[in-house]
């Protein structure tokens, strides 16, 4: 078998299948995990602590996401005759770019705003249970900025995700 086709459907593979993960993952924890977690309040705090901690829920969106963000830079490379303007300004081309563009927003909110985002939770959340009191309202208001932050991000990077999902599947 030629390995220039094993290479392609391999790539083609990672990337659908990352890309399942990654959008599956945003769209199970949007509609799902963080809704029952907020409404099951304050056992939703320790589930959400162990979901994203034990779980290790931000390691498998962020492997998902290097995974089908990488796979789709090679295709678009191979795609485009290395970055070919003509391709790049047909139909398909500029579906394409459109879709790699958003995937790669949405990648780098994921790690530059929710990743730090949910770090600075957890150490916060793993601080108020060593302490063993009622959190001090400077705390509580640190853990609500966060919360408002990761809620804002999450939906705009969730929004992002799903066009370019869209765009992927049309072109």
């Known amino acids: 078998m030629n390995v220039d086709l094993i290479y392609l459907v391999g790539l083609r593979m990672l990337h659908v299948v990352g890309g399942t993960f990654w959008v599956g993952g945003a769209v199970i924890y949007h509609l799902f995990v963080e809704p029952a977690a907020k409404a099951t309040n ?16 931000p390691v498998y969106m962020t492997v998902s996401s290097l995974a089908v963000n990488l796979s789709g830079a090679l295709l678009f490379w191979r795609s485009s005759g290395g970055l070919g303007s003509n391709w790049i300004a047909s139909g398909p081309g500029l579906v394409f770019t459109l879709g790699s563009v958003l995937a790669i927003i949405a990648l780098g909110m994921g790690f530059l705003i929710l990743n ?56």
């Open 42 to 57: 304050p056992g939703g705090r320790e589930f959400m602590q162990y979901f994203i901690v034990r779980r290790r829920y």
């Open 116 to 171: 730090p985002t949910a770090k600075r939770m957890m150490g916060l959340g793993q601080a108020l249970q060593t302490a063993g009191g009622p959190p001090l309202p400077e705390q509580m208001g640190e853990l609500h900025q966060l919360e408002k932050t990761m809620n804002q991000v999450g939906w705009a990077e969730f929004a992002l995700m799903m066009v370019s999902l869209l765009t992927m599947a049309v072109a």
